[in-house]
């Protein structure tokens, strides 16, 4: 078993209290970089360590916080717990088992950037995550390491959780911002950058919850021991989500570079595929990502490796296909939920969305025509790249790359009016048009 | 009934943030949660302890699908049905809830004790299907574990 950093003791009993996480070494990394480092030198030291966003962009993390206007305006962090990408459950289990590992990670973030207030927006669904950040919060209050001169290092810095109530765009960084400042979570147009304008106008750092949860470790165990995992580019572990027909779902903790075989296939993570069916296809980094084939499985899960077999590492959330599934219905599932989600700002991403369920629903139902396949791709070029933010980009990534893997399947669709795959214990509709 | 205490926490609030218009979200919470869902008295009660007109209150309100327009069950069942519930089956799920509790989701049963919800991936994918009753997880659910549910819920209504 590999080393574990960010779910390091994750089931210690106790580990989500101010007194367990202490009894794991919590909070040493905070004391450390108040009395050992001036606030440039964290940000020197988060470069060094090579750890890239967790969130879905993989930004250096280290270069994003340099990147924060130099101006006497106040700074803001906004932590993003939003978590709503579908396939991805990391945050949630941070938040609920080790709450205070998150809250030193945003302490820790903020002295570097010289933020005087943080937010940690908590995805409103996740109710006891809420209550476990917020308890940390409070705890963390009490014990000194949050308020007013911070373990006497004349550093001051407040902490709010707020909680979305239901919208998957808020987890987009523009518009994380609007819902904290009370608005409709509609995203802004970038340029300006949130490290230059950001909440309430001033210089913001936005940085993912496994992100900030990562922090303690680098701090207490330095840059160098958290580049010596993982790859030259990609450094360090992930929490991949590893879900959907696999024996062993749940999340795993592995060096960056690990092969999707292994994650899938070894008998200490996925132990291979739900009732030993062939593997179809893999979704390696929550739904917004192309999906792969099975010819992809010896590629190594780090930046670099995904994108170059036509992909994106994402939010970590590797969605597992089997044979037993009709694409074509898995596909609809996932634009559905896009559709569903789109703010509905952008034309193009709020109709697009819209027009690419209608047709997927026809073709999965038997009422699907000749030119509906390019009919999607049509649509989803007029989408992507055209709207303010990536959300109408995410939904065309299933469609587009299931085409380009499956195609025969949707043309099966539209020959002869019904799913390739028999098994339809799934589906709510009749296969084929016309019957019951 | 807005009570003065819920109006006390709404004013706090507008004073916690550094902008008094960010406490909107907490403070339509609230309001929620003294009446089961936004009415125009709770909307009223937002706009007054934040500084806001009822109007922007409600647009905030109506973006977001966790704040409630109309009364709800006193039990809201949320059924996770997006892709990795999806390929675990969560179909059954949603259809055996229609049959037991006889209605569709996003509908109220006429007593009032069960709303039925589908919602988009709840970040439980590693324990599919998952739902969620009055905002608290149930995981792996079966169809035997979810008739077992359904009593409980019904002894406890």
């Known amino acids: 078993m590999p080393e574990l950093i960010v779910t390091k003791d994750i089931d210690a009993p106790g580990l989500d209290t101010l007194e367990g996480y202490r009894q794991h070494g919590g909070y040493e990394a905070l004391e450390k970089a108040l009395k050992e480092y001036q606030p440039d030198e964290l940000v020197e030291l988060v470069k060094k360590s090579g750890l890239r966003g967790r969130g879905g962009a993989g930004f250096p993390t280290g270069m994003k916080w340099s990147f924060l206007a130099k101006n006497d305006k106040t700074r803001y962090l906004c932590c993003n717990c939003d978590e709503s990408e579908p396939g991805t459950f990391k945050d949630r289990m941070l938040m609920e088992k080790n709450p205070h590992q998150l809250v030193e990670g945003v302490i820790l973030c903020s002295y570097a950037c010289r933020v005087s207030v943080a937010f940690i927006y908590v995805r409103g669904e996740l109710a006891y995550a809420a209550r476990q950040v917020q308890r940390a919060i409070e705890e963390a209050y009490a014990a000194g390491y949050i308020g007013k001169n911070i373990m006497g290092s004349g550093f001051d810095l407040d902490v709010i959780m707020h909680r979305g109530a239901g919208a998957y765009i808020c987890g987009e960084e523009s518009a994380l911002m609007e819902s904290l400042e009370g608005r409709r979570g509609y995203p802004r147009l970038k340029p300006p950058f949130p490290a230059a304008i950001g909440l309430y106008g001033g210089p913001t750092v936005i940085n993912n919850c496994e992100t900030l949860s990562t922090l303690p470790a680098i701090v207490r165990n330095g840059a160098d021991w958290y580049a010596s995992f993982g790859t030259e580019k990609s450094k360090g572990t992930r929490v991949f989500c590893l879900s959907g027909q696999v024996k062993k779902p749940g999340n795993y903790e592995l060096p960056l570079g690990t092969p999707l075989r292994t994650l899938i296939y070894d008998e200490q993570y996925g132990g291979g595929i739900l009732d030993d069916k062939p593997l179809k296809a893999i979704i390696p980094g929550g739904s917004s990502t192309p999906m792969l084939g099975p010819d992809k499985l010896d590629t190594p899960l780090d930046f670099e490796g995904i994108a170059a077999a036509g992909s994106m590492l994402g939010s970590g959330g590797v969605v597992v296909i089997s044979e037993d599934t009709c694409i074509v219905d898995a596909v609809l599932r996932m634009t559905d939920f896009y559709r569903d989600e789109s703010c509905g700002k952008c034309t193009p991403c709020r109709e697009g969305t819209f027009w690419l369920t209608e047709i997927l629903h026809r073709l999965e139902h038997g009422e699907g025509r000749e030119k509906d396949i390019d009919l999607l791709l049509d649509i989803c070029d007029n989408i992507s790249g055209k709207s303010f933010c990536p959300l109408g980009d995410a939904a065309t990534s299933p469609i587009v790359s299931s085409i380009k893997l499956f195609r025969d399947e949707y043309e099966y669709h539209v020959r002869e009016k019904r799913c390739m795959v028999e098994r339809a214990s799934t589906h709510k509709v009749p296969l084929h048009a016309g019957e019951v | ?157």
């Open chain 2, 1 to 157: 009934m807005i009570s003065e205490q819920a109006k006390q926490r709404m004013r706090d609030l507008a004073s916690r943030y550094p902008v008094a218009r960010s406490a909107v979200m907490p403070a339509l919470y609230i309001a929620q949660q003294e009446e089961g869902y936004l009415t125009q008295e709770g909307l009223q009660a937002v706009a007054e302890a934040i500084g806001m007109t009822v109007n922007d209150v409600e647009s905030v309100a109506t973006f977001y699908t966790m704040y409630y327009q109309q009364p709800q069950g006193r039990k809201q069942i949320k059924v996770c049905n997006s892709i990795s519930c999806y390929l675990r089956g969560c179909d059954k799920l949603v259809e055996q809830l229609e049959q037991r509790l006889g209605i569709k989701p996003g509908e109220t049963t006429p007593d009032g004790n069960y709303t039925l919800r589908t919602v988009e991936c709840l970040a439980s994918c590693g324990t599919a299907p998952v739902l969620q009753v009055n905002d608290e997880f149930v995981e792996n659910v079966t169809p035997d574990m979810l008739d077992a549910l359904i009593d409980k819920w019904d002894r406890e209504l």
